[in-house]
Structures are given as structure tokens and as C-alpha cells.
T-cell receptor
Framework: AQSVSQHNHHVILSEAASLELGCNYSYGGTVNLFWYVQYPGQHLQLLLKYFSGDPLVKGIKGFEAEFIKSKFSFNLRKPSVQWSDTAEYFC??????????????FGKGTKLSVKP | GAVVSQHPSWVICKSGTSVKIECRSLDFQATTMFWYRQFPKQSLMLMATSNEGSKATYEQGVEKDKFLINHASLTLSTLTVTSAHPEDSSFYICSFSGLHNPGELFFGEGSRLTVL
């Protein structure tokens, strides 16, 4: 069965620090990869996605993620975080092969707290 | 992005009662909507896929008689938790997929259910 692992449950950083959140998935076929963000009191929203092509994906608000197929990883990065990046971040994957479009497999999420 | 409205955002009920959660797509006609459930510190788990005008498709382990899903129109899907018990206390989130990008979901704000 597919699964998604996010390595850190809670990350605390100071403003301007660099961020990298780990995400690994277990599925051998072609996958679509996503990072969703949930700001306090708000709904989940898409941060960035990878379907195919350039494995380095740029998202909103200065975030990027790199798909490394050999490592089954899709880590999220940002060179300099801001206090407004405080949120919970979810990595998700679904396969291109059959199944429901909604069958996104989510990681447990990483809570990011940025100290001003 | 598309807007999804979910109501109520939180509800407390007594054990044995039923609770209805509504999910509306405000600017998009959604033929397919998805219901997720999230336990504390756990990842989002797909419960069911709701197709307009037809019966919902439930994931393995989800009781269809307990979690009634109705998708009577292109803009409204409802989830009814029947005869709720404390173990049903959770965060329920609806979503629907975008037109062009499979797996890119737009989420409601979520509904926190507490069963006493």
C-alpha cells in the first residue's frame, strides 16, 4: 500500500532561517506529488505540485520542492522563512494508475513555527 | 482558486444523535467531491468519494450506514454521521478536484465534531 512519511512532527525556526521539510513516499509507479499548507484557522491549500518534467518545482510564497525519484523523496524547501509561514504542511501523493482522483495519500503533517 | 464552504465548522452533540455536515462549492460545479477524516496528529484519510446523482463510493473500513453521503446537486454534498459515538469525534474535511489537474484538490475549512 502507498504511504507517505513526513520526518518531522514539529519544526521551530527563527525568521530568515532556511527550511527543509522531508517527505518520502512508498510507491514504485508513476506518481503525482503535492505539498499542501494549512495556515492557522484556514483550510488546506495547494502550495506546489509535481506531475512530470523538471523535478525542481517552484510554488507560491518562495517555496520549492525537489522530486528525487531514486530516493522516493519530495522535500519542501524555502531559503528564508518568515513568521507568516507558521502553518502545518502536508505532503501528499497519488498515483497516475487508476483509482479515484481523490485518493490522495497524505503524510501526518509537519507543524512549522517561526519565531519573529 | 476555487472556493469550498463547509458548515458547521464545529459541532458538539450527544452520543446517539445524528449530525449533518454540508459542503458547498461556491464557484465551481463539482461532479465529484471527497470526504476526509483527520484524527489528532494523524494524516487525512479518505472516507468516501461522492458522485453527483449517484451513490457514494466508500473506502475500505468506512461504514456506509454510519456515514451517509448525499451529493444531490453539483454544488452541495452532505455527510451525515448517524447515531454518533465518542469514537466518531474527529475533524471532517470535504474537497473536490479541479477540472484540469487530477489530484489537485480544493478543501473546505473542515468541521470538528465532538461527541459527548
Amino acid at each position: 500500500a502507498q504511504s507517505v512519511s513526513q520526518h518531522n512532527h514539529h519544526v521551530i525556526l527563527s525568521e530568515a532561517a532556511s527550511l527543509e521539510l522531508g517527505c518520502n513516499y512508498s510507491y514504485g509507479g508513476t506518481v503525482n506529488l503535492f505539498w499542501y499548507v494549512q495556515y492557522p484557522g484556514q483550510h488546506l491549500q495547494l502550495l506546489l505540485k509535481y506531475f512530470s518534467g523538471d523535478p525542481l518545482v517552484k510554488g507560491i510564497k518562495g517555496f520549492e520542492a525537489e522530486f528525487i525519484k531514486s530516493k522516493f523523496s519530495f522535500n519542501l524547501r524555502k531559503p528564508s522563512v518568515q513568521w507568516s509561514d507558521t502553518a502545518e504542511y502536508f505532503c501528499a501523493v497519488n498515483s497516475n494508475y487508476g483509482g479515484s482522483q481523490g485518493n490522495l495519500i497524505f503524510g501526518k503533517g509537519t507543524k512549522l513555527s517561526v519565531k519573529p | 482558486g476555487a472556493v469550498v464552504s463547509q458548515h458547521p465548522s464545529w459541532v458538539i452533540c450527544k452520543s446517539g444523535t445524528s449530525v449533518k455536515i454540508e459542503c458547498r462549492s461556491l464557484d465551481f460545479q463539482a461532479t465529484t467531491m471527497f470526504w476526509y477524516r483527520q484524527f489528532p496528529k494523524q494524516s487525512l484519510m479518505l472516507m468516501a468519494t461522492s458522485n453527483e446523482g449517484s451513490k457514494a463510493t466508500y473506502e475500505q473500513g468506512v461504514e456506509k450506514d454510519k456515514f451517509l453521503i448525499n451529493h444531490a446537486s453539483l454544488t452541495l454534498s452532505t455527510l451525515t454521521v448517524t447515531s454518533a459515538h465518542p469514537e466518531d469525534s474527529s475533524f471532517y474535511i470535504c474537497s473536490f478536484s479541479g477540472l484540469h489537474n487530477p489530484g489537485e484538490l480544493f478543501f473546505g475549512e473542515g468541521s470538528r465534531l465532538t461527541v459527548l
